[in-house]
């Protein structure tokens, strides 16, 4: 079963792979394909047994911070497990799952509990850096779950206030965050799997801070 498909919790930014849309297809088609490493990912090539791997056509543009909804729901139907052999430089299939469908299936059998809570202070003075990579919280993040148990979208933000500078995504289900992805720049720092959950302390803790910010409405080419 997918699910049970072992993972690390943390894969930095050289262990997502981005493919041109002919090799991802002909991943899923044969199972396994050799990995032609473009230049910059060849400076720093994939390390990890298991990588994710993104089918990189799904979207024009991987901006994250324009329409970071529409990029989020994109990656995670784009993204999948793969077994990547360095020495080989080839690329397996890892299950059958793409990650949204994965993250759902990890998430129920998840014992949410045993889940890290969100340090809320810690947060707040940009300090999270084990789960949050030291952003900010987004103020729409909070109130949407203050509301209801489900977000998609911006969950933090650089001090400096520019989500193209630094920025995270996440993905909460039942106030747990089944995916956080870090962008720096317009790269992929860090992608987390099930980092933290949430509760209503913190967020009405989140919602006093007097470092949360909203999210700013940016455009391409401003
Ligand atoms: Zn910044």
Redesign the pocket.
Known sequence: MDRYLAVPSVFDGHNVVFLEGAQYSSLLAEGACQLVLQPEQARKPPTSHIVLVVDRTKRDHWFWEFEPRADLEAFLQAARFAEYDLAAGRLRLAGDLALGAWLESRYQAADVAALPVLDAAAVCRGREEERLGGLYPVRNAVVALQSGPSYLGPFGI???G?PG??GGYAWVEGKVCLLFVEILSVGICQVRILPFRITREVLNELSLCETLSPWPTVQPGR
Request: aromatic residues 0%; contains cysteine; proline residues 0%.
């Open positions: 650089c001090g400096c520019e500078c630094h």
